[in-house]
């Protein structure tokens, strides 16, 4: 009968966590050695797993009213029609410009003694005893000294910047008039993808007349910008190394 060393199972169970965890992932990453990464096919958004409607606070809705020989009608946003998206599967362009930067610094000092005495000298008769039994009971009673000081510091530096652009189309139209926009852009070059990703709110009002927006005015803004492909997979550390990180409590 086989006996294994406690380094040598526990090496075992971390591979075979690890080996479980990469799963499919290793499976395809197989498979597509020497292969460019595929490009995620054009489909409908509201129809992909895990979408869910927008739902915001709407107020009541207003009835339209016309008014005879007039050309205006109540509600409207403007006298001539123009080609802003304003329905479902209308498109429109996001300008994201997004610029970030942060300097924080934070430091706290605390220190902080106690003396108590009480100032009894002599508990009992202690002084009339001699031997061990003067040593049993104290001289002096409720005395304590203590001490206590902390010192923290932290400081925070971050810059960061994005510019670009990234068509969207219209995927919900709220009660109030406000649109939901979700976007998703792709560029392959030679084994390496870029994706842009874009969703929020938009207020129609805010859509220019060239049918653009700024990723500033969007809502509930949800900006995603990354990568898939050789390069982005050397960044990353190895699966075993990803669980050791996680099992291992130093």
């Known amino acids: 009968m086989f006996q294994f060393h406690r380094p040598f199972a526990t090496g075992a169970a971390l591979l075979t966590?690890?080996?479980?965890?990469?799963?499919?992932?290793s499976i395809d990453r197989l498979a597509s050695i020497g292969e460019k990464p595929a490009l995620t096919a054009i489909e409908n958004p509201t129809t992909q797993p895990g979408y869910k409607p927008v739902q915001m606070p709407m107020p009541k809705p207003e009835v339209a009213s016309y008014n005879a020989n007039s050309l205006w009608r109540s509600g409207s946003r403007a006298f001539f029609k123009d080609q802003r998206a304003r329905q479902i599967g209308?498109?429109?362009?996001?300008?994201?410009?997004?610029?970030?930067?942060?300097?924080?610094?934070?430091?706290?000092?605390?220190?902080?003694?106690?003396?108590?005495?009480?100032?009894?000298?002599?508990?009992?008769?202690?002084?009339?005893?001699?031997?061990?039994?003067?040593?049993?009971?104290?001289?002096?009673?409720?005395?304590a000294d203590g001490s206590s000081s902390s010192d923290g510091k932290g400081s925070v530096a971050r810059q960061e910047a994005l510019q670009t652009s990234v068509a969207a189309v219209?995927?919900?139209?709220?009660?109030?008039?406000?649109?939901?926009?979700?976007?998703?852009?792709e560029i392959r070059v030679n084994y390496e993808i870029r994706e842009l990703i874009v969703a929020g709110i938009v207020r129609p009002e805010d859509i220019q007349s060239d049918n653009t927006i700024d990723s500033a005015k969007i809502a509930q803004a949800r900006i995603a910008y990354g990568g898939r492909g050789q390069i982005s997979d050397v960044q990353q550390p190895r699966y075993g190394q990803q669980v050791m990180d996680v099992l291992l409590p130093f």
Do not use: H, M, W, Y
């Not at 966590?17 to 992932?25: D, P, Q, R």
């Open 17 to 25: 966590v690890g080996l479980a965890a990469s799963g499919c992932s």
């Open 170 to 185: 219209v995927t919900q139209l709220l009660p109030n008039g406000n649109l939901v926009v979700e976007g998703k852009q």
């Open 90 to 143: 209308d498109i429109l362009t996001v300008t994201v410009n997004f610029t970030d930067k942060a300097n924080i610094a934070n430091e706290t000092q605390r220190s902080r003694t106690n003396t108590e005495n009480s100032g009894i000298t002599d508990f009992a008769g202690s002084k009339l005893l001699t031997g061990s039994a003067a040593s049993v009971l104290p001289g002096r009673l409720l005395t």
